[in-house]
C-alpha cells in the first residue's frame, strides 16, 4: 500500500517538483505514473524510495511513515522495492535477467530454474539457452 497525503516536494532554489498530491494505492492495486517531462514523476518515485524527503506531507508505504525512517530503516525499506531507473547502470558482463537477479541473490535469494533471458545467443550463460522459468527460493527453501 502506498499513500501520498498532502504531499509536496520542493528544491533548492525554489523549483517544486510535487504540489500538494494525495492519493492512495491499495495492495495488489497496479499503477501508471505518466507525465510530460518535469511533471514530478521522477521526484514522485524517489520519494515512495527514500531517496528524497518530502518537503511536506505525509508519505506512507505499508502503513510506515517514509519521512520518519532512520538511515537503517531506509535501507530495510529499499529492500523490499525493486526498482530499474532510466539512468541504468548494468553490467555489461552479465546478461538482462542476471543484471536484474543480482539484487536479489545478493539478499540470498536463488533462482531454481532461469528464463530466457536476452535471447540474442550472445551470452553463455544457462539462462539465455533454453531453460524454462519457475522462480526464486528464497534462502530458507534452498
Known sequence: MIKFDNVSKRYTGGHEALSAISFEIGTGEMAFITGRSGAGKSSLLKLILAMERASTGALFVDGVNINRLSRRQIA??????????????????RC????????????????WIRSTCCGRGACTRKCCQGESSRGWASPGQW
Open 76 to 93: 530495510q525499506h529499499r529492500r523490499k522495492i525493486g526498482a530499474v531507473f532510466q539512468d541504468h547502470q548494468l553490467l555489461f558482463d
Open 96 to 111: 538482462v535477467f542476471d543484471n536484474v537477479a543480482l539484487p536479489l541473490e545478493i539478499c540470498g535469494y536463488r533462482p
